[in-house]
């Protein structure tokens, strides 16, 4: 059973930079995509960055030119660069395993907050 463990987050000022780790255990890694998704109280999550298994990428438009999304399958690991953080970043994030537009595994997520 694949499972999904954040790390990374914190509190950061307005214009400072973050970056999300998730390390995958228990599944074949580099044959899934991988996805960062956040999520604020009262507000749907939503997907910040994609990247496929061959190392495809797509993003929120909020976050275009800001945020990176990368992969090392040698070490099973996703990272979501964040520069230039605004406090409308301010979440959870969380990392999830998937095929397509489906997320079958969750990590527990990992909070940010950005302060103006």
């Known amino acids: 059973q694949v499972q999904l463990v954040e790390s990374g987050g914190g509190l950061v000022q307005a214009g400072e930079s973050l970056r999300l780790s998730c390390v995958a255990s228990?599944?074949?890694?580099?044959?899934?995509?991988m996805g960062w998704h956040r999520q604020t109280p009262g507000k749907q999550r939503e997907l910040v960055a994609r990247?496929?298994?061959?190392?495809?990428?797509n993003y929120a438009d909020s976050v275009k030119g800001r945020f990176t999304i990368s992969r090392d399958n040698s070490k099973n690991t996703v990272y979501l660069q964040m520069n230039s953080l605004k406090p409308e970043d301010t979440a959870d994030y969380y990392c999830?395993?998937?095929?397509?537009?489906?997320?079958?595994?969750w990590g527990r997520g990992t909070q940010v907050t950005v302060s103006s």
């Open positions: 999830a395993s998937g095929r397509g537009s489906s997320w079958f595994v």
């Open positions: 228990g599944g074949i890694f580099s044959v899934n995509a």
């Open positions: 990247i496929t298994s061959a190392g495809s990428t």
